[in-house]
């Protein structure tokens, strides 16, 4: 028939389209912390952007992430292109065995210099911040971090492991470096007998239930759960909180570097950072809006912490927290 050789040579031409497209389609592989639904979501949005990357992730706490990562070192297989993880001081190390690519962003502009890395290895994606959570009908309303450690408390808060959970790890390294609290404070803890264990999941579960009507928390955690209806409220105490900023990172080793950077980008454009902002998170790019239900980012007080010397004492701060907090705890 005439139109024969016409829907042939159409038919040929998709065919050609659709075999190019696949050849360049990329696949990019991400180690992130994320909760499993954020990840998704960042996941969805990136590809949505960027319709020729695909994106496989896994998802666990950064310390289980890192041990997965060392283990791929170890065998000269490393798989992830880029890492989303809880802190800096990790990616920090990584940078230092020379395990990372720089990469300067042009959106590091809009960012704190003290949010990246001045040579391009890692940029800062949010604040989230580590405070007390307390179910609504707790009988005491805590306003300190010493609070924890009074004696109507015992038995009745629970808190995150830094042996599992890198915002933990952090957190407890920001306190144990400022003089009103040292380690004194984590043995003034275990004294009053605190549940030290597991991750962030697991305090805002036991403080919604009032299995442990107080707990040390994650903020975004505790305020979503709020908003959704749990019985459960969030205090920044007055001493400050402790932030992690969960940072991106290119792997040196990545096989997708120019994928790896579009995500890089994408995570700190104002897109990226509406995300994160509509997942409940304080962004971290200058001019963006809180999430409902937090005050404004001018009245959250932050403590400082030294990455350097966090990084440095990474080891021995892990077996001090253990020999305080037994395996039993």
């Known amino acids: 028939m005439p139109y024969a050789l016409p829907r042939l040579l159409a038919s040929a031409a998709m065919a050609t389209a659709i075999f190019a497209t696949a050849a360049h389609a990329e696949t990019l592989t991400l180690y992130t912390s994320q909760p499993n639904a954020d990840a998704q979501a960042t996941v969805d949005a990136f590809m949505a952007a960027h319709p020729g990357i695909t994106v496989e992730w896994v998802r666990d706490g950064t310390t289980q992430l890192m041990t997965r990562l060392e283990a791929e070192i170890a065998a000269e297989a490393i798989k992830p292109d880029v890492l989303l993880i809880a802190d800096m001081v990790t990616l920090e190390s990584l940078k230092q065995r020379e395990l990372l690519r720089p990469y300067l962003s042009n959106a590091r502009s809009h960012y704190a210099s003290d949010l990246f890395d001045a040579d391009g290895y890692y940029y800062s994606t949010k604040l989230i911040t580590t405070g007390i959570a307390h179910h609504s009908q707790a009988p005491h309303k805590p306003t300190s971090w010493h609070d924890l450690t009074k004696p109507e408390y015992r038995n009745l808060v629970a ?140 009245q959250i007080r932050t403590l400082p912490l030294d990455a350097a010397k966090a990084l440095s004492d990474a080891q021995a701060d892990r077996e001090r927290f253990t020999a305080i907090f037994d395996a039993t705890n």
């Open 159 to 298: 808190a995150p492991s830094p042996l599992y959970s890198g915002a933990a790890m952090l957190h407890m390294q920001t306190l144990v470096n400022l003089p009103e609290f040292g380690w004194a404070y984590y043995e003034a803890l275990k004294a009053n007998n605190a549940q030290v264990q597991g991750g962030n999941g697991g305090v805002l579960k036991d403080v919604a239930t009032g299995t442990k009507p107080y707990g040390v928390l994650a903020d975004y955690l505790a305020i979503r759960e709020k908003a959704k209806g749990a019985p459960i409220e969030f205090v920044f105490p007055q001493e400050g909180v402790s932030v992690v900023t969960e940072p991106v990172a290119i792997l040196k080793t990545s096989k997708q570097p120019q994928a790896a950077e579009k995500f890089v980008d994408f995570l700190l454009s104002e897109a990226g950072q509406q995300l994160v902002l509509q997942q409940g998170y304080i962004p971290a790019r200058n001019g963006m809006d809180v999430p409902p239900g937090f005050p404004p980012r001018t």
